[in-house]
């Protein structure tokens, strides 16, 4: 008898040292919003006859007051902005399972692995990822906004579809035209 219990306090004991030893373990901080720069190659010309290449960061570095043509545009200088909020629902695509790891310190649903991009003549847009770290099938809601040096350009509502349970989504969120200059984008859950 005295065998058993030694035993069972043996046991006891290693089971409390696991269970300190666990909640000892640092808790990761979930991640509910995602803040991005503009993330674009930057356009080049070689000349065929100097051999120059020319791209935006050293076109027009020459002495002397400015051209006319250089003064075209300035993003700084920009006071355009797209009036209200935009509503949109995108389309996701399923990539992978996550494991369901909802709780205290993990959030219902994350995104994260964004980027922002401009399709010339098009749109800026936002790839981004977002997983469901629950076991029940969630319908999120995310705040875009696009922004130029901190000033709003355009804020956007994502009604993103159903995803299911333990599921990793891609998805794509379209801010302003590209006549319009975006240089970050902010996006974060709403709900749930």
């Known amino acids: 008898m005295r065998g058993l219990r030694h035993s069972t306090l043996g046991f006891l004991g290693g089971l409390a040292a696991l269970t300190m030893m666990a909640t000892a373990a640092p808790a990761q901080t979930p991640r509910s919003s995602v803040d991005m720069p503009t993330s674009q190659p930057v356009p080049e010309f ?7 290449i ?13 051209t006319p043509q250089d003064l075209a545009f300035d993003p700084l200088g920009q006071a355009v902005y ?6 949109q629902r995108p389309s996701i695509v399923p990539l992978s399972s996550v494991p369901i790891t909802a709780g205290p310190t993990v959030p219902i649903v994350n995104i994260g692995d964004a980027t922002l991009s401009a ?10 990822y977002l997983q469901n770290n629950s076991a029940a099938t969630v319908v999120p809601m995310l705040n875009c906004r696009f922004t ?4 709003l ?4 509502h994502v009604l993103v579809p ?4 333990g599921l990793r ?3 794509l969120v379209y801010g302003p035209k590209t006549d319009l200059f975006v240089d970050r984008a902010n996006c974060g859950v709403k709900s749930p």
Do not use: C, F, H, I
């Open 148 to 151: 130029n040096s901190g000033r």
């Open 162 to 165: 159903a995803v299911g349970a």
């Open 119 to 128: 399709v010339p003549g098009k749109r800026w847009q936002v790839v981004l």
């Open 54 to 66: 020319w791209t935006p960061l050293n076109v027009g570095l020459q002495s002397g007051p400015p």
């Open 169 to 171: 989504v891609g998805m």
């Open 46 to 52: 070689k000349d065929p006859k100097t051999g120059q």
């Open 153 to 156: 350009v355009e804020e956007t």
């Open 82 to 87: 797209v009036k209200g909020v935009v509503t």
